[in-house]
């Protein structure tokens, strides 16, 4: 069992920054694969960005050059640095990790084996 804790939501102006974490229990932590999602209201759970265990990374395009994934796997901890915002950015973002192979369409919600319950980014114009 894994538990994942997000942290780091809240309300921003259009153009600032939030800085969103994920505390993950596990001894292992530095072989998960750990991705972001959002959804927004009415909208379905929607891709963000992927760390894998190498350290490699991969973000959905509208999160390119805005958004940062990092992880400090001596705190098992991921981040994910969000600047730039817009209003479209609104959502609850969800942390999740795949802690043993599932797939490596890591852009899919199946990919991943647990969840966090989520923290809530506002983004005001």
């Known amino acids: 069992q894994v538990l994942l804790v997000e942290s780091g939501g809240g309300l921003v102006q259009a153009g600032g920054s939030l800085r969103l974490s994920c505390v993950a229990s596990?001894?292992?932590?530095?072989?998960?694969?750990m991705g972001w999602f959002r959804q927004a209201p009415g909208k379905e759970r929607e891709f963000v960005a992927v760390?894998?265990?190498?350290?490699?990374?991969t973000y959905y395009a509208d999160s390119q050059g805005r958004f940062t994934i990092s992880r400090d796997n001596s705190k098992n901890t991921v981040y994910l640095q969000m600047n730039s915002l817009k209003p479209e950015d609104t959502a609850v973002y969800y942390c999740a990790a795949q802690t043993r192979y599932i797939s490596s369409r890591y852009e899919a919600a199946y990919a991943y084996n647990y969840w966090g319950p989520g923290t809530q980014v506002t983004v005001s114009s």
């Open positions: 760390i894998r265990g190498s350290g490699a990374s």
């Open positions: 596990g001894r292992t932590f530095s072989s998960y694969a």
